[in-house]
């Protein structure tokens, strides 16, 4: 490997971009490949697996034996609202591997006695988001039922392209919601990629069995990126 | 505000290895290629030691990291990629509950 391609991969790495270094096991050749990069042939379609899965592979490509070593972003799960489902999400999130960072201007709810070492930003998310901007590696949950404080994380997360973007509320809630998203300009494409009710059908009652089913929701949102439309956006039956 | 955390480990061995060629350290990068059985670390899992035998990261529980290093600091000598094969297959080491049984495959190359 040489020494350019590792810090141009840290590089990649550090700015949270995906990138897959591409290890010729015969001469040692080393080449760093970004996202859509638009490589075609077997090697094509092994990149498309590896930037999916995010698994690193050993693989026969176009006459070759290559090293797919795969490094995505960590996922990060942002919620807005430091309410009573946040408090039970924020801790069974982390142990799967969705480190969580809860936002709410309301500075009753985001307060450290209600989260201990969670992450928390007792601030506006125009604030919070312009120092932390949200990307493609980022799950969105909205969980507060008040627009003030949702809409325009939901509209900043649908722009940034989150793999995961739920909101809280009934489907009546989610409708007057999907007339303010419209007129902030999100177009209707984007707006059916949000999950709303939010969580997957498990029949959940209590805010800790919500939290169970937007944190399976999130989970299964990231492991079928790309994928096919279906399964990566709210299916029919799911509520919460 | 605190910096996000960018990555996916707190002692991530690609970033070391990194700081060290900066230092003017030379510098090999071992790879786990493939995996058979029950292998502790998957592929793509890094080993990166240095000419001294200094290392960091981990490619197998701690079984063979210490034949890793050996062979590393030959090819930070000669320059010459090694592809080496470890079969982990130690009935005492079963026996006191490691995860072993499995065979790895490891790519040791020198950071040039």
């Known amino acids: 490997m040489d020494i350019a391609a590792l810090k141009a991969m840290n590089e990649e790495r550090r700015a949270r971009r995906a990138a897959v270094m591409v290890t010729d096991l015969d001469d040692g050749t080393t080449t760093l490949m970004r996202e859509n990069a638009g490589a075609g042939g077997e090697l094509g379609r092994a990149l498309a697996k590896a930037f999916a899965t995010g698994n690193s592979a050993a693989v026969e490509a176009d006459g070759r034996r290559l090293l797919l070593n795969t490094h995505l972003p ?42 201990g070492d969670v992450e928390l930003y007792a601030d506006w998310p125009e604030t919070v988001l312009k120092e932390r901007p949200l990307d493609a590696y980022c799950a969105l949950a909205a969980v507060t039922h008040d627009p003030k404080i949702d809409d325009f994380a939901l509209k900043a997360a649908l722009d940034a392209g989150c793999f995961y973007v739920g909101a809280l509320g009934s489907r009546k809630t989610h409708a007057k919601r999907v007339e303010r998203l419209l007129e902030m300009g999100a177009t209707a494409d984007a707006i059916a990629r949000i999950s709303a009710p939010i969580g997957l059908d498990i029949g959940a009652a209590s805010p800790a ?25 709210p299916a029919k039956g799911e509520a919460a | 505000m605190e910096s996000i955390a960018p ?4 002692r991530d061995p690609l970033i070391i290895a990194e700081g060290w060629v900066d230092e003017g350290r030379h510098v090999a990068i071992a790879t786990v290629v493939e995996t058979w059985g029950s292998a502790p670390r998957p592929v793509g899992s890094h ?49 006191v509950g490691l995860s072993c049984g499995g065979r790895i495959k490891v790519y040791v190359e020198k950071l040039c």
């Open chain 1, 74 to 115: 960590r996922p990060r799960l942002v919620v807005i609202g430091a309410v009573h489902i946040s408090q039970a999400l924020a801790p069974m999130a982390r142990i799967a591997g969705y480190p969580v960072e809860v936002i709410d201007p309301r500075t009753a709810f985001a307060s450290a006695d209600r989260f």
């Open chain 1, 209 to 233: 069995e919500i939290a169970v089913a937007v944190l399976a929701q999130v989970v299964r949102a990231f492991r079928t990126r790309g994928a096919t439309a279906d399964a990566a956006r």
């Open chain 2, 7 to 10: 990555l996916d480990d707190v």
């Open chain 2, 47 to 95: 080993l990166v030691i240095d000419a001294q035998g200094n290392f960091e990261g981990s490619v197998s529980g701690g079984c063979v990291e210490g034949a890793v290093v050996t062979e590393a600091i030959d090819v930070i000598a000669s320059g010459a990629a090694k592809m080496l094969e470890f079969g982990v297959a130690d009935e005492t080491a079963w026996r």
